[in-house]
């Protein structure tokens, strides 16, 4: 595989359509914040300079993408568009039934309706919070078996996504028949992005293999856990990209995947399955929920996009400039006095908020105290993952999520710079107090006020 000899990253594509951005004052970003109720997910698209709130849906779609949505057969049934879909996602995944669904969550859905039961168990190395939202729906119970050095932003292990193997072992003895299925989540976002290797995919897949428990893959960003298998991996540096992806879905039994991270397509998702007995019963729920099972609830253009895009993620030459760019944001953050999560991930840096704002307690969210002084001194939307997401969480998190094709480096340095105001005067910014809370996940729409004056108010 070639390699890039340069200091410089250079995008590997030019642009050939524009949407501008828009730039506010501080005083307009600060009446925003003031109407959003110091949260991010209530401010307009409008108001935002640089939007890192998530790499989901929020991709650039290629020249071919674009052109393949005029191609579209919008036929109800046994659209080309899906035959073509099917037969991309059958060479990648290897699995013989596929279904289109409208997002991941929808995959996550009928998963977990058709195949769970109450009190039976689903171990996972982490789930996404929308993945056990739907465990938990159907009154069955998600586990979680990170590796412990996933909860360390300091320590620098290249896999920190893998699954504790050993925690499997008596999980599975512990469980026994109640385990219904095993998942892994190509990379482990809701702790840091991080990758799992190809050895740990194999060990879990024997065990699973051993007792006898379906294993599925939550596998939004395949492509770029495939790249760290190539990177960082010993014995895979001269393995294409793509070799090394259909290895991984060959050691498990079929796959969820958000097609809104590496299908880099603006909706979309897939449900797919080697299991004769589990695919009729996917069929049949996809049919009352989500449409005819060759739409699955999306426009036959939006297959052919997806068709595409599965492909281009694993592009080494993008992939590439992908992952050094998240590298070189990470490193920029560091240099300008933000402590990040190491090593960085493929698609975002999680910034240490309890460790830049040790004076504000987690009671009053360091992670939103930082998301907001990066929104009003730059315009730059980011989302907390510490106390005010996960109440009780042990780490005090801010992700900044790199849309794919979207943003160019002169971006990201810009986004270093405002880091670099917001750190100089860290220890000025106050903490935050939630005046308004509904129910659950709270973090969408709760409204809260500064405790102190270092927002500028
Ligand atoms: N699994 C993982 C690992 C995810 O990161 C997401 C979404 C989903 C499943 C659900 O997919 O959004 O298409 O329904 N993550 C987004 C994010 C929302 O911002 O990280 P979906």
Redesign the pocket.
């Known amino acids: 595989m070639k390699d890039w000899g340069f200091r410089t990253i250079i995008e590997p594509f030019r642009i050939k359509a524009v949407d501008p951005i828009p730039i506010l004052s501080r005083h307009e970003r600060l009446q925003a914040l003031q109407r959003a109720g110091y949260n991010l997910f209530a401010l307009k698209a409008d108001e935002v300079t640089i939007d890192l709130l998530?790499d989901?849906g929020t991709g650039a779609m290629s020249a071919r993408q674009w052109g393949a949505l005029m191609t579209g057969d919008e036929s109800y049934a046994g659209s080309r568009s899906f035959e073509h879909l099917r037969s991309v996602a059958q060479g990648l995944l290897g699995y013989p039934h596929i279904f289109p669904v409208h997002?991941?969550?929808a995959a996550e859905r009928i998963l977990a309706s058709t195949v769970l039961y109450p009190g039976s168990v689903v171990l996972n190395n982490t789930h996404?919070d929308?993945?056990r939202a739907n465990v938990e729906q159907v009154g069955a119970v998600g586990v979680d078996l990170p590796v412990p050095s996933a909860a360390d932003p300091e320590d620098r292990s290249p896999f920190k996504g893998d699954m504790d193997v050993d925690a499997l072992d008596s999980a599975l003895a512990e469980y026994g028949d109640r385990v219904v299925l095993v998942m892994l989540?190509l990379t482990n976002?809701a702790m840091g992005g991080h990758p799992v290797s190809m050895a740990n995919i194999e060990a879990v897949s024997a065990r699973c293999a051993e007792a006898n428990v379906p294993f599925f893959f939550?596998a939004?960003r395949y492509a770029e856990n495939a790249w760290f298998i190539h990177t960082r991996e010993e014995g895979f540096e001269n393995w294409e990209i793509r070799d090394i992806a259909q290895k991984v879905f060959s050691l498990g039994d079929g796959c969820t995947l958000?097609a809104?991270?590496d299908g880099i397509v603006h909706i979309g998702?897939l449900l797919a399955t080697r299991f004769d007995d589990w695919a009729d019963k996917f069929r049949n729920s996809l049919i009352l929920g989500e449409g005819f099972p060759t739409y699955g609830g999306l426009a036959g253009r939006d297959l052919e996009a997806m068709a595409i895009g599965l492909l281009e993620s694993l592009d080494a030459d993008y992939l590439r400039y992908r992952a050094r760019s998240v590298a070189y944001f990470a490193n920029g953050m560091e240099e300008a006095g933000i402590p990040v999560v190491h090593p960085p991930g493929g698609h975002a840096v999680y910034l240490d908020a309890g460790r830049l704002l040790p004076h504000i307690p987690p009671e009053q969210f360091p992670g939103q105290a930082l998301a907001v002084a990066l929104y009003l001194e730059g315009g730059v939307r980011s989302v907390e993952v510490g106390s005010l997401m996960f109440p009780g969480s042990r780490l005090e998190l801010v992700r900044l999520?790199l849309p794919r094709r979207t943003y160019t480096q002169a971006h990201v340095d810009y986004v270093i710079e405002v880091a670099e105001r917001v750190s100089e005067r860290a220890q000025e910014l106050p903490g935050l107090r939630i005046v308004h809370e509904p129910p659950f996940l709270r973090h969408f729409s709760a409204r809260l006020e500064p405790q102190g004056p270092g927002f500028g108010a």
């Open positions: 998530t989901s997002q991941g969550r996404f929308t993945t989540t976002n939550d939004a958000s809104k991270k998702g999520a």
